[in-house]
Nanobody, 121 residues
Framework: VQLQASGGGLVQSGGSLRLSCAASGSIFSPITMDWYRQAPGKQRELVASITKGGNTHYADSVKGRFTISRDNAKNTVYLQMNSLKPEDTAVYYC????????????????WGLGTQVTVSS
């Protein structure tokens, strides 16, 4: 399974960006698809998560500004980021959890390489 993320870049404070991440190489749809981010000197943190059924979860720091969505037919997850702040600057990573049929009720997660988001003040 491969995850290919795109859409990062440099934007001014208050601007918007849309990240995309496409999963390929599996006959299954991901159970969950998530976005994490890691700023310099900080631990990786969960930004937003969405299940196959569309249930979403957001970190408190992005609620009301970021929206996660997915296209199950394309195994693609999106992150619409509005009202960006300098503290949103980080490398954003896509994560997907797939069923693992080699283990009873097993799952396996995969990571994309990350895409840089830089918000200037």
């Amino acid at each position: 399974v491969q995850l290919q993320a795109s859409g990062g870049g440099l934007v001014q404070s208050g601007g918007s960006l849309r990240l995309s991440c496409a999963a390929s190489g599996s006959i299954f749809s991901p159970i969950t698809m998530d976005w994490y981010r890691q700023a310099p000197g900080k631990q990786r943190e969960l930004v937003a998560s969405i299940t196959k059924g569309g249930n979403t979860h957001y970190a408190d720091s992005v609620k009301g500004r970021f929206t996660i969505s997915r296209d199950n037919a394309k195994n693609t997850v999106y992150l619409q980021m509005n009202s960006l702040k300098p503290e949103d600057t980080a490398v954003y990573y896509c994560n997907a959890v797939f069923p693992d049929l080699t283990v009873v009720a097993g799952t396996r997660e995969y990571w994309g390489l990350g895409t840089q988001v830089t918000v200037s003040s």
